[in-house]
């Protein structure tokens, strides 16, 4: 598929007013996605979980303009039921982005009223369920304008948008897995849109935790925007991308046969690897807080000890992902409780899982 099969020529029906309502994932990639060209096109394929608990709730109401075609976007937007000003030049950004594939952008008045299932300030971004969630709820809408259009270019499509708005929101569709870019070896992957991953995952992955220690709440030290681009000119570059490359060859073995171990040693690497880069990126960043690190330590001394098959992973941010199965869980949970728990912000953390993609209504 290209760019141009998501181009709308015309549209079947008319309608003048409607509200739709999707509440979409994050998700928590484990072949990171670090280092874009323009357009938010990767420049390596990633793949992730997705999760369930880590929530946007969106409902779009739109209205027929008195004065079609007036050329101008016209949106309200209410986080959590107040009128947020300072989320519009995001969705300003987007809708630019977009216009071409949604042509009816502009013949309506939109509200967008968007809620998150965690904190906004707990330092989850909030940019891959928001703007999937918005993405289909626009999908939602072509459906509604155009009902022919079939379930795979649907969620095809909405993926395509949602990487217009933030990269990684395109792996926030469907479930359980998602790869999102081109490898040779996944059938089907592309560069513009995330696609569910298509091979066997052995039973050890199905139910999988993630409970999300919530080291530092604070603002983004970095923007997403300007860490990918710290990836233009920088020394290691071509070597990372050809490494995530490898690791997700790997990780096609490992899912299907069930290698715990080998599933650790891939994610923690690319955990620290994304952060590696950061750190010898100009400018550089160090994203890591000290208890990070003392997590990151507590984990490898458990595991040891236990001989249970607990791992981690990071995204841009101080926050610490466990990851783990679900038929050791009894057993870590214990552990995250009585001597993790101790190094997040608050005793803040949050428990979710592997989920099964967004939902309507
Ligand atoms: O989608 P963005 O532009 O916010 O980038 C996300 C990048 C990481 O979360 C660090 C990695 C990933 O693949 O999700």
């Not at 509200?19 to 928590?28: G, L």
């Not at 300003?92 to 906004?120: M, Q």
């Not at 000290?290 to 001394?301: D, V």
């Amino acid at each position: 598929m290209t760019e141009n099969q998501f181009l709308i020529a015309n549209y079947q029906n008319k309608i003048k007013q409607g509200s739709v309502t999707w509440k979409s994932p994050s998700n928590i990639a484990l072949v990171k996605y670090w280092g874009k060209k323009d357009d938010q096109i990767p420049e390596n394929p990633s793949i992730s979980f997705t999760l369930d608990a880590c929530r946007t709730t969106t409902t779009l109401s739109f209205s027929e303009k008195e004065k079609i075609k007036d050329d101008e976007f016209s949106f309200d937007l209410f986080f959590e039921g107040k009128l947020k000003e300072d989320f519009k030049p995001k969705i300003l950004t987007f809708f630019k982005r977009i216009e071409a594939y949604v042509p009816f952008l502009k013949d309506y008045h939109f509200k967008i009223e968007t809620s998150n299932s965690f904190p906004h300030s707990s330092g989850i971004a909030s940019s891959a369920s928001g703007m999937s969630a918005l993405a289909l709820c626009l999908m939602d809408i072509e459906k509604q304008l155009n009902p022919d259009i079939s379930d795979d270019y649907f969620n095809k499509k909405a993926s395509f948008l949602a990487r217009l708005g933030s990269g990684s929101a395109c792996r926030s569709i469907e479930g359980d897995l998602v790869v999102w870019g081109k490898h040779d070896e996944v059938e089907e992957s592309s560069d513009l849109y995330g696609i569910k991953y298509p091979y066997q995952v052995h039973d050890n992955f199905k139910k999988y935790h993630d409970t999300i220690l919530l080291v530092d709440k604070g603002q983004k030290q970095v923007s997403s925007t300007v860490g990918h681009n710290l990836m233009h000119g920088h020394p290691f570059a071509s070597k990372r991308f050809e490494q995530a490359n490898e690791n997700l060859s790997k990780l096609i073995d490992v899912l299907k046969s069930g290698d715990l171990n080998a599933f650790i040693e891939i994610i923690e690497s690319e955990a620290l690897t994304l952060h590696a880069m950061m750190m010898t990126s100009l400018p550089y960043f160090i994203l890591m807080k000290p208890n990070t690190l003392e997590i990151i330590n507590k984990i490898w001394e458990f595991r040891q000890e236990s001989g249970l098959h607990i791992g981690f992973t990071l995204d841009a941010g101080a926050n610490v992902h466990v990851l783990y199965p679900e038929n050791e869980a009894v057993q870590i949970y214990e552990f995250i409780k009585n001597e993790l728990v101790a190094y997040c912000k608050n005793g803040h953390y949050i428990c979710d899982r592997i989920g099964f993609g967004a939902q309507k209504g």
